[in-house]
């Protein structure tokens, strides 16, 4: 049976984003949190191939004690077990420095609850939108590493191959590699189910397991949360909202609608502007 880890992170809801301008970071007290998007369609690809080889689904994710709601979300789609990784220390983590914890936390989750041979993580996460940290475990973890990835063709468990296509900018790519693999999940991978209700009864009573820096005895502390995240952010803001005046128009026909349409482009500025 195959053993796959699905990285999730909690994320802020785009609606109700807000930044701290001394820090330039995102507020997160008080705004509703929700899982990341793009993760869950690796969570459905993962479902999709338990159902259909077998396999064994451990979900893990790096964040404060409030995502265990993300977690028992995934559990109510059908996760098998998952792992939050809290910690203060671990706080103002940049894309190195994720990647570095997680990687850690696939490695214990391999020694723990048995090898893996699939991490599936999102594209991009919705408040950072690098889509650096799953190439970033990939590296740190020596797997092979698919991104982009649209569609799972095939998967053939006694010779450990998995088949895929990737998105490009110009057509799909198909490619066969070897397992252990991470995955990077487009939209165009799936449909997200929706909870059945015995899964949510089982999340509601679900608690994670929980790993702090006190369980990493290898961690190194200059490569976590804020000390070891190089990056540095310049500026951020909040993209004003334009408000638009619309107008509908109506008419017994086609034209009478053009030419309501165009008296009242002549009474805006655009005349004037292009000489009209």
């Not at 807000?18 to 949190?33: E, F």
């Not at 914890?101 to 490695?107: C, E, F, K, Y």
């Not at 509601?204 to 790993?211: D, L, M």
């Amino acid at each position: 049976m195959l053993h796959i880890v699905v990285c999730v992170k909690q994320v802020p809801d785009s609606r109700e984003i807000r930044i701290d301008p001394k820090t330039n970071t995102l507020i997160r007290d008080g705004v509703p949190a929700i899982a990341n998007f793009y993760d869950l369609h690796g969570l459905e690809e993962a479902l999709r191939i338990k159902e259909t080889v077998g396999a064994k689904i451990t979900v893990v994710c790096m964040g404060p004690p409030p995502a265990e709601k993300s977690l028992k979300q995934c559990i109510s789609l059908g996760a098998d077990g998952a792992v939050l990784v809290t910690d203060r220390g671990f706080a103002g983590a940049d894309t190195l420095a994720t990647s570095y914890v997680l990687g850690l936390t696939i490695q214990k989750v391999s020694a723990v609850f048995g090898p893996v041979d699939i991490v599936f993580c999102g594209k991009q996460t919705l408040d950072g939108d690098t889509g650096q940290v799953g190439p970033g475990i990939a590296c740190r973890l020596d797997l092979e590493q698919l991104t982009y990835v649209s569609k799972v063709e095939h998967i053939d468990v006694d010779k450990r191959r998995i088949t895929v296509q990737r998105l490009l900018e110009d057509g799909v790519e198909v490619v066969q590699t070897k397992m252990p693999v991470l995955i990077t999940a487009l939209k165009e991978l799936n449909k997200v189910r929706r909870a059945p209700l015995p899964g949510m009864i089982r999340a509601a009573q679900f608690k994670p397991v929980i790993w702090t820096t006190q369980d990493f005895p290898e961690l190194d502390r200059s490569k976590i949360g804020l000390k070891g995240s190089p990056t540095i952010v310049a500026k951020t803001w909040v993209p004003a909202s334009k408000q638009v005046n619309t107008a509908f128009l109506e008419g017994d026909t086609p034209e009478a609608v053009a030419g309501a349409a165009l008296e009242k482009l002549w009474e805006t500025e655009l005349p004037t502007r292009f000489g009209w």
